[in-house]
């Protein structure tokens, strides 16, 4: 069941996958879908921590939404990390304005 959330996720963001050209290189959006591999990384650095790399963090977010739109960008960040490090990925999410705040608000 896991795998098949998997695959539907990458189908979503490969329907949403921006490129100028209009010309996708596999290669270069496997390497987008890594960057939520990478914010985990940086959120569990955070719990373990608490120190976080604000910048990093945001330039992820920023390539992420820039690639994907806000509407796609926004659902796989949701299905992407866990219900924790959403709460952590919250405020720049919506210092960014890639959420509004009444968006996600059962998340404190």
Same mark, same amino acid.
């Given at each position: 069941m896991n795998e098949d959330l998997d695959s539907d996720l990458i189908i979503f963001?490969? $329907?949403n996958y921006y490129k100028p050209s209009g010309k996708v290189d596999p290669e270069?959006?496997?390497?987008? +879908? @890594?960057?939520f591999k990478y914010v985990k990384r940086l959120l569990n650095r955070y719990t373990e921590t608490g120190k976080?790399?604000?910048?990093?963090? +945001? $330039?992820?977010?920023?390539v992420i939404f820039n690639v994907f739109g806000q509407y796609a960008g926004l @659902? +796989?960040?949701v299905n992407k990390l866990d219900e924790n490090h959403l709460s952590a990925? @919250?405020?720049f999410l919506l210092f960014l304005n890639y959420l509004k705040p009444h968006q996600l608000s059962h998340i404190k």
């Open positions: 963001a490969a $329907n270069e959006f496997y390497d987008d +879908l @890594k960057r976080i790399s604000e910048r990093l963090v +945001l $330039n992820h977010f920023i @659902k +796989l960040t990925v @919250k405020p």
